[in-house]
């Protein structure tokens, strides 16, 4: 259970910091 929240967690941070790369 812990390895799929962390998962999640870092497909959130990839994505954050994609968008924040964009702009």
């Given at each position: 259970?812990?390895?799929s929240i962390f998962?999640?967690?870092?497909?959130?941070a990839v994505?954050?910091?994609f968008s924040i790369?964009?702009?």
């Amino acid at each position: 259970m812990l390895n799929s929240i962390f998962i999640i967690f870092c497909l959130i941070a990839v994505s954050a910091f994609f968008s924040i790369s964009e702009i």
